[in-house]
């Protein structure tokens, strides 16, 4: 999997660079993420192993379905992703753009996985408490594992708040036996 982020990393940085300077950033991003379904279709990606299929034709079909409100730019881009057969990799240069138009807009994903449902007066508190921490908007995405017994445990990239009740049984657990 590294491979394939490593492949579509400067081509998102390159999407990203220029939607940024044209101030295009949602259209960048829903293209993207539209280019991105249509690759993920399993008859499109019998296509793009096709030897009897042109990277042209390949930069036209996933233009004319997601590319097209981007423009000149756009197509180019398409064009040069088929040219180079790095067509298959638009779901995760859709995926590493999105995360830089976070970036640069401040805005930063959090999955709480908690042991019950949080309502709605508690995920307001909790974004508040994040979004004074982190110093971005936070946009929250709530799991539930009754496993945790308690509590919650926040991922925000690579910050990791483990406030479950399970980790801290684990943990005394470990004290007692060691």
Request: hydrophobic letters at 45%; a positive charge; proline letters at 4%.
């Given at each position: 999997?590294?491979?394939?982020?490593?492949i579509?990393?400067?081509?998102?940085?390159?999407?990203?660079?220029e939607?940024?300077?044209h101030?295009?950033?949602?259209?960048?991003?829903?293209?993207?993420?539209?280019?991105?379904?249509?690759?993920?279709d399993?008859?499109?990606?019998?296509?793009?192993?096709?030897?009897?299929?042109?990277?042209?034709?390949?930069?036209?079909?996933?233009?004319g379905?997601?590319?097209?409100?981007?423009g000149?730019e756009?197509?180019n881009?398409?064009?040069?992703?088929?040219v180079?057969?790095r067509l298959?990799?638009?779901?995760?240069?859709?995926?590493?753009?999105?995360?830089?138009?976070?970036?640069?807009?401040?805005?930063?994903?959090?999955?709480?996985?908690?042991a019950?449902?949080?309502?709605?007066?508690?995920?307001?508190?909790?974004?508040?408490?994040?979004?004074?921490?982190?110093?971005?908007?936070?946009?929250?995405h709530c799991?539930?594992?009754?496993?945790?017994?308690g509590?919650?445990?926040?991922?925000?990239?690579?910050?990791?708040?483990?406030?479950?009740?399970?980790?801290?049984?684990?943990?005394?657990?470990?004290?007692?036996?060691?």
């Amino acid at each position: 999997m590294a491979d394939r982020i490593t492949i579509a990393r400067p081509y998102a940085r390159a999407a990203f660079e220029e939607a940024r300077a044209h101030e295009r950033l949602g259209p960048w991003s829903e293209a993207l993420q539209v280019a991105a379904e249509v690759v993920r279709d399993p008859r499109v990606q019998s296509l793009l192993g096709n030897p009897r299929v042109t990277p042209e034709q390949l930069a036209q079909l996933v233009t004319g379905i997601a590319a097209a409100p981007l423009g000149d730019e756009g197509a180019n881009f398409v064009r040069t992703l088929a040219v180079n057969r790095r067509l298959a990799y638009l779901p995760e240069i859709s995926a590493r753009f999105d995360t830089l138009k976070d970036a640069a807009q401040g805005v930063a994903d959090v999955t709480v996985t908690s042991a019950a449902a949080l309502d709605a007066s508690q995920q307001k508190k909790l974004a508040a408490a994040l979004h004074k921490r982190l110093k971005r908007t936070v946009r929250l995405h709530c799991d539930i594992d009754p496993a945790l017994i308690g509590g919650a445990v926040l991922r925000c990239g690579d910050l990791v708040i483990d406030g479950s009740l399970r980790t801290r049984l684990d943990r005394i657990a470990y004290e007692l036996t060691a």
